[in-house]
Structure formats: C-alpha cells, structure tokens
C-alpha cells in the first residue's frame, strides 16, 4: 500500500469510531483553512528497505487542533481526544483497526505531545500531536 | 572489485519468505589433528568433512515456518545472479519474540543437509 493510501486510511478509521464532531484531512487532503476541532495527518519520518521484501516503516503526525483559544471548555474537549479510552479518544479509534482500514500490516499510536499550540495560516489553535508508527 | 550493500538481497525457501531482514551462513570444514611425537610443538591437521548451518531472522508475516522442514534454500547476497548460496536446509529451531513497541520477530535456526549447489563468486 501507498503513503497516500495509509492517509486515507488513518481518515477512515478514526472516523468509523469517531463518527461525529470531528473532521479529519488525509495527507492527500491539507485544507488551507481548518474547520474546528479536526485531525490533520501529515507526514513524519520514514525508513525504507526495512525487510528483504522492501517492506517500510512510516510515522504519521497527527495534529490535533480543538479551538482558536486556549479556554477551559478547550483544554477539556482536548483531554477527550488525548485520553486512551472513551468515545472521542484517537487512541482507542486507532486502535480498533490497526490496519488503518487494510492499509498497512501494523500500527501504533505511540505518543502525543501534550497541550500546546499550532499556527496555521496565520491563526494560532490549541493543539496537540500525536506519533503514530505504522509498518507496512 | 565492488562492495556489496546487504539490502538488496533476499532469501527464497523457494519462494521469498516475507519480512526477513537477516541471514547468515556458517560453512565449515573439520580440521582433524594429525600431529605426533615427530611433529614437535606444532601442531599439523587434514581437512575433514564440512557442514554448512546458519540463521535468520524477521518479522513475523504469515504461517511461520515449521520445525523440521526440509527447505530448497537461496540466500541472495545481492540481485546478481552469482552473488548467492543455495542448497538444502533442514529448519531447526525456531525463536519468537514480541514487545510491546515493536513488531513480532521470528528467528530461525537451520541445518544445510548436503553440499550447498552453489556458492557466491564475485
């Protein structure tokens, strides 16, 4: 499977679990305005050749952003997404198909980064970063 | 004279078997000890017989391989054709090992029964 694949993958499988209140954008999909709160999937560092058989391991960044301002009713909605069971937890979403919907042969959520911020285009948004290893 | 880089090999069994990222091949001849009361402090040998044995090793993808199955063998030391050992090989033992950050990885033991059919040239 593709990088692109693996994307879309990881769009479809948060949103099977995370069916509402969310919007996530594949990597093949980077929008110029966010519309809140969403998932962007970007791309980390990869590693080729990691078997015989050319098999490959990827890291996606998944960033997080819940609202423009960093209030509490924010910093809640991102303990929702950050916490590791619940019905808004991207661990638990990812981890109920650790394919990413028959993308690749394995994956883990292995870390976020805890509360912060991002900018994009010019606006600054509450956020957070998630690490997901994936191996073809 | 060129080097060789190891990522472009492979190991068939015949077919490749998926997610291997090592192998290694001891082939050995026995040194037999020929020295005597006459042969003062050095020691003297004949070659003997010789075996060949080795590993490997990756991640797990698919039925692993089963104990004790005669394999027709192919460690590719790279895409050239003449950059290869082949041959017979019994597997005898098998390792698993898993953690919880990684990958499941499977180790491989095995026996070359016979002389391998053909050995790596330049």
Redesign the interface.
Request: net charge negative; proline share 3%.
């Given at each position: 499977m593709s990088i692109e694949a693996q994307g879309t993958g990881i769009k479809a499988t948060i949103l099977s679990t995370i069916a509402t209140g969310l919007r996530v954008y594949a990597t093949n999909e980077i929008p110029d305005t966010l519309e809140l709160p969403c998932v962007i999937v970007m791309l980390g560092p990869g590693t080729y050749a990691t078997t015989f058989d050319n098999a490959y391991d990827q890291v996606f960044r998944l960033i997080l952003c819940v609202a423009k301002q960093d209030s509490p009713a924010a910093f809640n909605k991102l303990l929702d997404y950050i916490d590791h069971t619940g019905a808004r937890s991207l661990f638990a979403a990812l981890d109920a198909d650790r394919t990413l919907n028959g993308s690749c042969s394995a994956s883990k959520l292995d870390n976020h980064s805890g509360a912060g911020s991002m900018q994009w285009g010019r606006t600054v948004y509450l956020s957070t970063e998630f690490e997901l290893q994936v191996w073809s | 004279m060129a080097r060789v880089a190891g990522?472009g090999?492979?190991?068939l069994a015949p077919g490749?078997i998926?997610?291997?990222?090592e192998w290694s091949i001891d082939y050995v001849a026995a040194a037999l000890d020929t020295s005597g009361y006459d042969g003062g402090q050095d020691k003297t040998f004949l070659a003997g017989m010789r075996e060949w044995s080795g590993t490997f090793n990756?991640?797990k993808?698919g039925a692993p391989l089963a104990v004790g199955t005669i394999l027709a063998a192919e460690f590719?030391e790279s895409g050239v054709v003449t950059q290869k050992w082949t041959g017979n090989i019994y597997i005898t033992n098998i390792g698993a090992s898993s953690s919880v950050?990684g990958?499941v990885i499977y180790n491989y033991s095995f026996q070359g029964t016979g002389a391998p059919t053909a050995l790596p040239t330049t």
């Amino acid at each position: 499977m593709s990088i692109e694949a693996q994307g879309t993958g990881i769009k479809a499988t948060i949103l099977s679990t995370i069916a509402t209140g969310l919007r996530v954008y594949a990597t093949n999909e980077i929008p110029d305005t966010l519309e809140l709160p969403c998932v962007i999937v970007m791309l980390g560092p990869g590693t080729y050749a990691t078997t015989f058989d050319n098999a490959y391991d990827q890291v996606f960044r998944l960033i997080l952003c819940v609202a423009k301002q960093d209030s509490p009713a924010a910093f809640n909605k991102l303990l929702d997404y950050i916490d590791h069971t619940g019905a808004r937890s991207l661990f638990a979403a990812l981890d109920a198909d650790r394919t990413l919907n028959g993308s690749c042969s394995a994956s883990k959520l292995d870390n976020h980064s805890g509360a912060g911020s991002m900018q994009w285009g010019r606006t600054v948004y509450l956020s957070t970063e998630f690490e997901l290893q994936v191996w073809s | 004279m060129a080097r060789v880089a190891g990522y472009g090999g492979d190991l068939l069994a015949p077919g490749i078997i998926a997610g291997v990222r090592e192998w290694s091949i001891d082939y050995v001849a026995a040194a037999l000890d020929t020295s005597g009361y006459d042969g003062g402090q050095d020691k003297t040998f004949l070659a003997g017989m010789r075996e060949w044995s080795g590993t490997f090793n990756g991640f797990k993808d698919g039925a692993p391989l089963a104990v004790g199955t005669i394999l027709a063998a192919e460690f590719q030391e790279s895409g050239v054709v003449t950059q290869k050992w082949t041959g017979n090989i019994y597997i005898t033992n098998i390792g698993a090992s898993s953690s919880v950050d990684g990958l499941v990885i499977y180790n491989y033991s095995f026996q070359g029964t016979g002389a391998p059919t053909a050995l790596p040239t330049t």
